[in-house]
């Protein structure tokens, strides 16, 4: 039986492929989630999963070398799928240092400990391991408003946050590993996810959010950014593929050519909702463009991500298969059946984030 050892299970890409790879291989795998369980970090959304005797969760820090050593002792892991980052722009641009900490810090840790584990004394490793380092479209920098321009596998590296920083130091680091030690990995690099279990600091899910609430949907800039939304089932399912088809040592771009401005997103957000609320639910009163408000724009705000995903399609055939308009939709019905989930996790610290990074601005 094969393991995988997920790094940031219980955040929202990592719970997403957790459920996709119990869905898909049944009690044929198992799975290891090790997470530090920050702010970001919710084991609600694993709940389904806890009594599986083919999961087992560990509350460790990736930077923690010695805890992640252990984990590699202690048991037989084929397959490392790194999640696990600090990865909210507006937080790095407020509190740099942990980005660096967990993305750099933490990356070289777990690659570290995986290759202590599974290089031999000739320097070949065993058939079969792979490290998958989960990255980001962030690090290729911003596109020119021209739509013929996109990010490739190729595109020179010009990371303008410190998130995208932070991630393109671990991309490096992976590659070098990868040049030095012949480590077996691979890099894919996604633009912007949506879906279930995404934590309302993130563009579509705060809007969800404070539009059902009656409060004010706050739009950076003149809103006319552009960002290339990807339903993260459709990434999940491109992650497992690269594990199984990805030549060793390659880095893959996931995208789905659908790009937005903002504004767009806010407003198809608003009409979606209220073609779903039911007719006599008293929030379709609020729920109106009237709640956008237009704010001081975020710090070195990248204009354009536009991902081309030419090489994933020809080399692994994935396609993604969940359009914005079907997404977003499934994405809300997950919110209108999950509440709860909401209400606690904008309770208590999160308050707080809300008033700190909004509170001069709205
Ligand atoms: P997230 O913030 O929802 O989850 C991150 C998880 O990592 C949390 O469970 C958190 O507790 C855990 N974590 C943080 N620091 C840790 C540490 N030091 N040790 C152990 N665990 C720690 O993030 P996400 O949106 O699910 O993103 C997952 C990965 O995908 C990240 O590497 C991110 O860069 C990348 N990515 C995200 C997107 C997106 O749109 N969200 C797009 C492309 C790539
Ligand atoms: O492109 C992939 C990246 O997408 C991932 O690597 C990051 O982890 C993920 O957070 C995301 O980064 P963005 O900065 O693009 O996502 P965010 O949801 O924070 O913002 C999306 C756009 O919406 C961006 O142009 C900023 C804008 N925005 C965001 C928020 C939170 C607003 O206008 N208002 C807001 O309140």
Known sequence: MRTYLVTGGA???????????????????RIINV????YAGNLENLKSVEGRDNYTFIRADICDEAAINKIFEENEIDRVVHFAAESH???????????????????????AAARKAWEKPDGSY????????????????????DPDAYFYETTPYQPHSPYSASKAGSDMLVKAYMDTYHFPANITNCSNNYGPYQFPEKLIPLMIHNALAGEKLPVYGDGKNVRDWLYVGDHVRGIDMVQEKGRLGETYNIGGHNERQNIQIVKTIISTLREMLPEDDPRREHVTEDLITYVEDRKGHDRRYAIAPDKIRAEIGWEPTVFFEEGIKKTIQWFFENEEWMKNVTSGDYEKYYEKMYGDRL
Request: hydrophobic share 35%.
């Open 11 to 29: 955040g929202f890409i990592g719970s997403n492929y957790i459920h996709y790879m119990f869905e898909k291989y049944g009690d044929d795998i």
């Open 35 to 38: 997470d530090k369980l920050t």
């Open 89 to 111: 722009v507006d937080r790095s641009i407020t509190d740099p240092n942990v980005f660096v900490r967990t993305n750099v810090m933490g990356t070289a840790s777990m690659l």
């Open 126 to 145: 065993p058939e079969g391991v792979k490290f998958l380092h989960v990255s980001t479209d962030e690090v290729y920098g911003s596109l020119p408003d």
